[in-house]
């Protein structure tokens, strides 16, 4: 019985290890609510009784941030061993990235700029440049997913209103041990049509409550990226 325990012992201490090698910025990582909705989220993003938690909503009411936030912390703090990026490849036929330039990284980044984004405002792009290579942070189309198992990662699915329910369920079984997924999206900005859309398949299977799957939503409200975005959103309410 001890061996198990000083293997995931020594897993802790080799991502304590580099967390100090790293040159995190100054900046500590601080998930502050500012609208009730947000404070839900938040709980559910910090709460280790939910593996699962699908956050959707209009632009600018934190979906992605917060989740990142969540994922910066959680590593930092040695819970996890790595952050998994993920997001539907739209534009790219069949999300086949072969044909294009680059390595893997490269060319999901048009996709996955967003996420990374985040990461910047708390570590240099030198330190996010290393922990790419080490893959600490891993970026993983959901076209490779397949057969793979994520453990003592936390797993953020972005923009997932663009995945189909197929690829939504493949995402969804890849959690292993010690792992947390978050799924963000926002219904109305799709490209998929209703009955090809993941995100509002996986909500309507979600009307009963099942332990460790939680659903937040967030409204205009919670906007609170710009103040103007919300008569943006307005402005193109009437629009199919």
């Given at each position: ?14 991502v304590v290890n580099f967390n100090q090698a790293v040159k995190a910025k100054v900046r500590e990582t601080h998930l502050i609510p500012k609208s009730v909705n947000q404070e839900k989220y938040i709980l559910g993003l ?103 198992t994520f453990k003592n990662s936390w797993i953020v699915g972005d923009e997932m209103q663009n995945a189909t329910p197929g690829q939504m369920k493949m995402l969804l079984t890849r959690i292993g041990e010690g792992s ?61």
């Amino acid at each position: 019985m001890s061996k198990p325990k000083k293997k995931v012992q020594r897993r802790k201490n080799s991502v304590v290890n580099f967390n100090q090698a790293v040159k995190a910025k100054v900046r500590e990582t601080h998930l502050i609510p500012k609208s009730v909705n947000q404070e839900k989220y938040i709980l559910g993003l910090l709460d280790e009784k939910q593996d699962i938690l699908i956050a959707y909503g209009p632009a600018g009411t934190g979906k992605t941030y917060l989740a990142m936030q969540a994922a910066i912390k959680q590593l930092r703090q040695g819970s996890i061993e790595r952050i998994v990026l993920t997001r539907p490849a739209v534009g790219v036929e069949d999300e086949k990235h072969g044909f294009l330039p680059g390595t893997l990284e490269e060319k999901m980044a048009p996709w996955t700029r967003p996420l990374l984004d985040v990461m910047r405002e708390y570590y240099s792009t030198q330190d996010i440049t290393r922990m790419l290579e080490n893959q600490v942070v891993e970026i993983a189309p959901l076209a490779f997913m397949r057969g793979r198992t994520f453990k003592n990662s936390w797993i953020v699915g972005d923009e997932m209103q663009n995945a189909t329910p197929g690829q939504m369920k493949m995402l969804l079984t890849r959690i292993g041990e010690g792992s947390k997924i978050v799924i963000t999206g926002d219904v109305e900005q799709t490209d998929k049509r209703k009955k090809d859309n993941g995100l509002i398949d996986l909500c309507g299977r979600l009307q009963k409550s099942i332990a460790g799957i939680k659903v937040c939503e967030l409204n205009s409200n919670d906007i609170q990226r710009h103040r103007i975005i919300e008569s943006v959103l307005e402005m193109y309410s009437d629009q199919d």
